[in-house]
């Protein structure tokens, strides 16, 4: 089983940048599609990102594209979001999952993954 970790969340003024990692441990061998969700009290979690490990394939969200940026490390499993450009509503916990696939696809529904980290807390200040 894959364990992931996320870090890198905090308070960050509006129009500032924050950097966020999954590490990833376990039994981390094989192909995974990997994907950054983020989530606000009472909502359900929206598809921000996604990336194909390995290959390093990337999709995004038409609200993030231009601004983040999904990337990997494979010697030190760590898979990263550059974020940049940062608005207020965008305050939420971010996740980091992934779900071991032989094919590369985009699930935009959270139950479409089935291994998930513990999520960090990013909070956008006016």
């Known amino acids: 089983q894959v364990q992931l970790a996320e870090s890198g969340g905090g308070l960050v003024q509006a129009g500032g940048s924050l950097r966020l990692s999954c590490v990833a441990s376990?039994?981390?061998?094989?192909?995974?599609?990997m994907a950054w969700f983020r989530q606000t009290p009472g909502k359900e979690r929206d598809l921000i990102a996604a990336?194909?490990?390995?290959?390093?394939?990337?999709y995004y969200a038409d609200s993030v594209k231009g601004r983040f940026s999904m990337s990997r490390d494979s010697g030190t499993n760590t898979v990263y979001l550059q974020m940049k450009s940062l608005e207020t509503e965008e305050t939420a916990v971010y996740f980091c999952?992934?779900?071991?696939?032989?094919?590369?696809?985009?699930?935009?529904?959270?139950?479409?993954?089935?291994?998930w980290g513990q999520g960090t807390q990013v909070t956008v200040s006016a």
């Open positions: 999952t992934t779900r071991k696939d032989t094919m590369w696809s985009v699930m935009s529904s959270a139950s479409g993954y089935n291994i």
């Open positions: 376990g039994r981390t061998s094989g192909a995974h599609n």
């Open positions: 990336l194909r490990w390995p290959g390093g394939a990337t």
